[in-house]
């Protein structure tokens, strides 16, 4: 016969399992019913970097389809600073309810985690994978009065040949094209420095006039002096030709291997958003990556739409991570 002290354990322990299961089921319920009436509210989209800049500019044109699809504004935030670390701080302290989402980017999910000595956030934790929304290739250029070269192969036999006197310019340190400058360096073997500039343009300005000799830029910026013939450009740095201009070959095709460093960026919720809206949202960002005015006004900036479920993204993300930390750590890159 049991003791009245183990009938009462018994009973306390099933209330316990009671009232776990009854507050489990109202989670689940208050999840689904977030999800069955969403969006009822405005939704707001964090942008962590300056209005006006590619990232921005992307963001707007996805806001404004994203807001007619799903039937209430999609209105866009900038919180830029810290390499975009500060805008997606804001997001992951955000409520997980699916009204305040964020894209997040190269820097923000797989650089700036090896980069920055402390970070605000833990990139993968902390939120709740979308969907990834653009892949922006670079292409390695140079100056063809300052690096006399007719292929990648051209590069690095004179950069070797010249060691200390070729230079790689860089938008800033951090960026996809100063780890695309320290990785051409390590894979290859060639004499190459990294000068970093404040910003794409003035790095671009001192390329066009010989004061560096060579840059992985991005596609949008580096086309137009390609066709007019001041720069020229030997391979892209995506996995895959870039649409833009296919008949450069990537870089593994023009003989580096392993070498995949390219701009993406791509949209998050907070972690603990519930899953059913997180769906809802990659779902209506692959809607609006289809449109074919979008993917127009995309391509012409140097965006190739890139649209893929979240659990793909999230795949994605943790193959990116690695790949940079490794990088970082084997360039001895660092932040300004």
């Known amino acids: 016969m049991l003791s009245a002290s183990t009938l009462r354990r018994r009973a306390v322990n099933r209330l316990g399992q009671t009232v776990a299961a009854l507050g489990s089921a109202f989670v689940v319920s208050v999840a689904l019913a977030q999800s069955a009436g969403y969006p009822s509210k405005p939704i707001k989209l964090i942008v962590p970097f300056p209005a006006g800049g590619s990232v921005d500019v992307t963001s707007r044109a996805l806001a404004q389809k994203l807001s007619e699809s799903l039937g209430q504004q999609v209105v866009v935030e900038n919180r830029a600073g810290a390499g975009g670390n500060i805008g997606m701080d804001a997001l992951a302290k955000s409520a997980s309810d699916g009204y305040t989402i964020g894209m997040g980017a190269l820097s923000t999910h797989a650089v700036n985690p090896s980069l920055y000595p402390k970070m605000p956030f833990d990139a993968v934790k902390d939120f709740a994978p979308i969907s990834l929304v653009v892949v922006t290739p670079n292409v390695l250029v140079v100056n063809p009065t300052a690096l006399p070269a007719n292929d990648v192969s051209g590069v690095i036999d004179f950069a070797k040949k010249n060691a200390g006197k070729v230079n790689c310019a860089s938008g800033s340190n951090g960026s996809a094209g100063h780890l695309a400058c320290e990785l051409f360096r390590l894979q290859t073997g ?48 995506t996995p895959t030709r870039s649409a833009l201009a296919p008949d450069l070959p990537t870089m593994a095709q023009a003989g580096v291997k392993d070498f995949d460093v390219f701009t993406w960026w791509g949209l998050f919720a907070p972690a603990g958003t519930p899953p059913e809206i997180v769906k809802r949202l990659s779902a209506e960002v692959g809607k609006a990556l289809a449109n074919a005015e979008l993917k127009e006004k995309w391509l012409a900036t140097g965006a190739e739409p890139s649209p893929t479920s979240p659990e793909a993204f999230a795949a994605f993300i943790a193959k990116e991570l690695p790949k940079y930390a490794k990088i970082v750590k084997d360039s001895g890159a660092k932040v300004d």
């Open 190 to 237: 060639a004499s190459i420095t990294h000068v970093p500039y404040k910003g794409g343009a003035p790095a671009m300005t001192d390329l066009l006039g010989g004061q560096v000799q060579m840059m992985f830029d991005n596609m949008a910026s580096a086309l137009p002096q390609i066709k007019a013939g001041k720069l020229k450009a030997f391979a892209v740095t």
